[in-house]
């Protein structure tokens, strides 16, 4: 038989003590006894024993390596799983969402991070760290600190793709294919504002009184 723990609600206080002092479990166990014990046949446990533990003298049972607890109910992880993950069974962590690897210890963001972000803790949960210049739960969104207007979208950090007819880092040039003439301003796409006393698409005509 491997290595297995005991554990006893019966047993004084100071025999418990004793036995903890002749207890070794493998490697990594806390607790386990690998010495001759004191097996009686007629022993009952009223609570059974879990996990393939051995009802050794009542309500004592003798637990498989990787168990503990009065009825070696609970698996035991080594290392211990980490940021709230639970011992499924011996070594086996189920680890809440946001974290991986054998032991929690991963912290995972779903779909990962783009564009140099981190995939970081934050108060327990799992997000992330974006580089100054991107943004969003994946740091999929760029930032354009001078904005995009008249519908253009931040493509790259600074960078804005501008719809047709606007130009410009911000998208805010307006583009007149035909140029305004006499002073006019291209306001709008193909849109000339105009100087009086000009008027027309291009202000090319002098109005008269
Ligand atoms: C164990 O319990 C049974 C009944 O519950 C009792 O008859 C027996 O004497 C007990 N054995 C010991 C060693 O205390």
């Known amino acids: ?35 001759g014990f004191v097996f009686d046949p007629k022993a009952s446990c009223d609570q059974p024993c879990e996990h393939g533990g051995l009802c050794i003298r009542n309500n004592t049972c003798f637990c498989s390596k990787g168990y503990d607890g009065e009825t070696c109910k609970y698996a035991n992880c080594y290392p211990k799983c980490k940021n709230g993950g639970s011992c499924l069974r011996p070594g086996k962590c189920r680890c809440p969402s946001g974290f991986g690897g054998r032991y929690c210890h991963k912290v995972m963001c779903d779909g990962g991070c783009w564009n140099g972000g981190e995939c970081t803790a934050v108060n327990g949960v799992a997000k992330c760290m974006c580089p100054s210049s991107w943004t969003g739960s994946k740091c999929q969104d760029a930032i354009c600190p001078q904005g995009c207007k008249n519908g253009g ?17 911000a998208c805010h040039h307006a583009v007149c294919t035909q ?31």
Not at 153 to 169: A, M, Q, R, T, Y
């Open 153 to 169: 979208i931040c493509v790259v950090p600074g960078i804005c793709s501008c719809p047709e007819g606007w130009l410009g880092g």
């Open 1 to 35: 038989m491997g290595v297995v723990c005991l554990s006893s609600k019966v047993y004084p206080f100071t025999t418990f003590l004793a036995l903890v002092g002749v207890c070794f479990g493998g490697s990594d166990g806390p607790r386990g006894v690998a010495v």
């Open 179 to 209: 140029p305004c003439l006499n002073g006019g301003k291209c306001i709008f796409p193909n849109k000339c504002r105009c100087r009086p006393p000009f008027s027309g698409p291009q202000c090319e005509k002098k109005q008269s009184h």
